[in-house]
């Protein structure tokens, strides 16, 4: 006898398997069973989502904290329901947490005499088990709900729950997610700004790179980011309107990018802009991209080069199509590492000498951070000790660095001429009791140093 907990999902399989009715072995079905089979596939992926929220409750039931190493989780090796879910799913641990809150959310309750309730959100439990709305929608919805709990009434979240269910039926998760974002507006018109300036706090920019690529992932408030989008959906969209105005589209050189692969190059197209032109004092204005090649390597062709600020080769013919970039400087180093093609100025700590500061250090001289963030700062200061400004006196250094070099009583020792000068950073007997001079700068990488 079938389960009427499963008869939903077993008649969803039903449908699937009359998609393939007229379908051979190995044969290709044709639209009209593709269509029948991807629509009854739905069907059981979100019935079997209700399904297994409801596992999920169960489990995280028997793993309360109160039973402690008698708790279900334990007994079966995990640390809890999550890590025990994903591990037999085979996805991720927050996948896992998710499903166990959307369960608990839609599972019958008792109170504490032992009397049953209801779920906290029925209307959400009847979706999933009709197989209307997935986890992963269900679950956006259920942590909407949450929040405004805390801020509106519940008759006013019953409300939302019954709109909400209702208006995501038959949409993508992302345009769930959309829905939610209205709805939470709706919802709590007061909490918009709170949340804006709480998104604006958390705003982040990190940048790493990893097998040959520079990652970067942004976060910021919508307002903020705004104007990045602008920009970058205006490249994209003259970058179509020129496909559209092309005589012949399949043409070998024809632009076959896709739209990630566009949107990425209207940022660099948009940086190198920034950086090459007077922007009214804007902190990019003059920021300069270093490419270090050798001589030989650039008159062969071969081998290769190292842009400033970066931990990667590229090779030597992205340095020259870079070096036909604006905002991009070639440094091209001879066989004694003195640099050809740029020439020095006679007061030092200009804008060439700088650059051969970074060719020299890479950036901050102690942590490495790139050379936009740096400042050329004297070793022996100018004004107490009279410290000379030239090369064999200076340093590239963040802020954090300079502070931390002057204020916990580090020295710095440059040993050798130019470019070619290997920085020692020396630290303080309360570190090091020795003072053991640690090699700083770019030479910190190179495995000829």
């Not at 958390?202 to 989008?229: K, N, V, Y």
């Amino acid at each position: 006898m079938t389960s009427s907990h499963l008869a939903p999902l077993l008649e969803a399989f039903t449908r699937l398997d009359e998609a393939w009715a007229d379908a051979g072995d190995g044969a290709e079905l044709s639209r009209a069973q593709l269509l029948a089979a991807h629509a009854a596939v739905g069907v059981v992926q979100r019935r079997l989502d209700g399904i297994h929220a409801e596992i999920a409750a169960g489990i995280a039931r028997e793993s309360r904290p109160q039973l402690g190493p008698e708790g279900l989780a334990k007994q079966q090796g995990f640390r809890n329901p999550a890590t025990m879910i994903a591990a037999t799913t085979g996805g991720s641990t927050g996948d896992a947490a998710r499903l166990v809150k959307l369960g608990k959310a839609t599972a019958p309750r008792a109170n504490l005499l032992g009397e049953a309730l209801p779920p906290r959100y029925p209307s959400v439990r009847r979706a999933l088990a009709a197989g209307e709305l997935s986890a992963a929608a269900a679950a956006v919805v259920v942590a909407l709900l949450d929040r405004a709990r805390l801020t509106v009434g519940i008759a006013r979240v019953g409300e939302a729950e019954g709109i909400l269910v209702e208006r995501a039926r038959g949409l993508s998760l992302d345009d769930v997610r959309k829905l939610v974002a209205r709805a939470e507006a709706w919802l709590d018109p007061d909490g918009v700004a709170p949340r804006e300036e709480q998104a604006r706090s958390q705003r982040s920019l990190t940048m790493f790179e990893r097998d040959g690529s520079l990652h970067l992932t942004l976060q910021t408030d919508i307002a903020s980011g705004a104007p990045i989008e602008a920009a970058i959906q205006a490249y994209v969209g003259a970058t179509f309107q020129a496909r559209a105005q092309a005589p012949e589209p399949t043409a070998p050189d024809a632009d076959r990018r896709t739209v990630a692969m566009i949107q990425a190059d209207a940022l660099t197209t948009i940086c190198e802009h920034a950086t090459g032109c007077d922007n009214g004092g804007m902190p990019a204005t003059g920021a300069t991209v270093v490419v270090r090649v050798s001589l030989d390597d650039l008159t062969a062709g071969s081998g290769v080069a190292m842009i400033d600020g970066t931990e990667r080769p590229v090779s030597v013919s992205t340095c020259r199509r870079m070096a036909a970039s604006g905002g991009v400087i070639p440094a091209v180093l001879g066989s004694d590492g003195e640099i050809l093609d740029w020439g020095r100025e006679k007061r030092l700590f200009t804008r060439a000498q700088r650059l051969a500061l970074v060719e020299r250090d890479g950036g901050c001289a102690m942590c490495g951070l790139p050379p936009q963030m740096t400042k050329a700062h004297h070793v022996r200061w100018w004004q107490r000790d009279a410290g000379p400004t030239d090369l064999r006196n200076g340093v590239l250094l963040c802020e954090s660095c300079h502070h931390r070099i002057h204020d916990n009583g580090w020295d710095i020792r440059i040993d050798g001429i130019g470019v070619a000068g290997r920085v020692w950073l020396i630290p303080p007997a309360n570190v090091d009791p020795a003072r053991t001079p640690r090699l700083g700068g770019r030479a910190r990488y190179d495995i000829a140093a």
